[in-house]
């Protein structure tokens, strides 16, 4: 076997590497307008050639982030660097910074390839350069056909690509698009985010991406950064945001999740176990936190890691007796609705990866739920 064959996979990850410098340092930025504070003392590295998604609900500041790194508003207080450089005095056009707005703001009396052209043709760049460089867009987001066509002659998708091209086209050091895109339905927007990473990958562009769409988020990003009013809350690769959130709030925010609350029982070796109803036994998930004894703690865990049983399983760590109260039929997966003995309800996923004639599980059963002590996270905040 070669060398390369064996040699290891190079994971992009340099916010692991204390010796690599960020693209762009919010360093304490705090945005007021009055009473009102939309960013609150936010310190935060971007790296270059991420695709970095700012997550969260309308009001959480992820858009004020965004205008403030483009020039149309200014810190109230702290400072935003781009390549080391503090960028509060550099005008919006003078910025190596480019953005694509939901609306595509595409000029409608032009063609796709002049659309292209716009910015480049207003800086003065020389007639055989831009011809060049919009051919090389239009390939680059598969539009040479329709480079003669005007933006009313073409899908909402390939409206879509052209704003891209046109925002690409100058070569900015970093690209931001404000939920890029919302006017997409939904199977064009998921085909989409694919074409996104794929141009962002062969351009190497950093991409910052405003959404509330946490599916957009989960697909495209490098890392996510999940905001609640004005302050970051937790900053993650996807992954690591789904299945270690560090709070409840980014537990309940993205996805689904049972949130199991009760006391502490026992803690150690990274795990910990909460007593939360009467004639239940406890449940035990991975704990990051110094969770005291008796403390009260909440047990986030996804209803696809739950399995449904219609006996006592014996190899589970944990198990939840209840009834079928209800269920849903979604395709590709089942949703189970678990009423406990306590009468609280509990959510568990099963895949269909077989053709469903009838149910071996249906309404008013009586089951028990089980899972393993790592599929869940106990968190106390």
Known sequence: MSDAATAPVSVFAPWEDAQAKPLIQFQNVTKRWGDFTAIDDLSIDIYAQEFF??????????????????????PTEGAIL???QNIAAIPPNKRAVNMMFQSYALFPHLSVAENIAFGL?????????????VEEMLTLVQLNKFANRKPHQISGGQRQRVALARSLAKAPKLL???????ALD?????????ELMDIQEKTGTTFVIVTHDQEEAMTVASRIAVMDHG????????????EEPKSI???????DVNLIRGNVSKTGGGHASIAWA????????ISQQDLPLGGAATLAVRPEKMSIYTSRPKDQANVIKGKVLDIAYLGNMSTYVIETTTGETIKAQIANTRRIHRRQITWEDKVWLGFTDTAGVVLDK
Do not use: H, N, W
């Open 53 to 74: 998604a700012l997550l969260g609900p309308s009001g959480c500041g992820k858009t004020t982030m965004m205008r403030m790194l483009a020039g149309f508003e200014t």
């Open 82 to 84: 781009i390549d080391g």
């Open 121 to 133: 043709k207003r800086d003065k760049q020389p007639k055989d350069q831009i011809a060049a460089r």
């Open 176 to 182: 931001l698009l404000d939920e890029p895109l919302g």
């Open 186 to 194: 939904k199977k064009l927007r998921q085909d989409t985010q694919f």
């Open 231 to 242: 302050k970051i809350i937790q900053v993650d690769t996807p992954s690591k945001i789904y």
């Open 249 to 255: 709030y980014v537990a309940d925010f993205i996805g």
């Open 278 to 285: 009467e004639g239940q036994p406890e449940l035990t998930g």
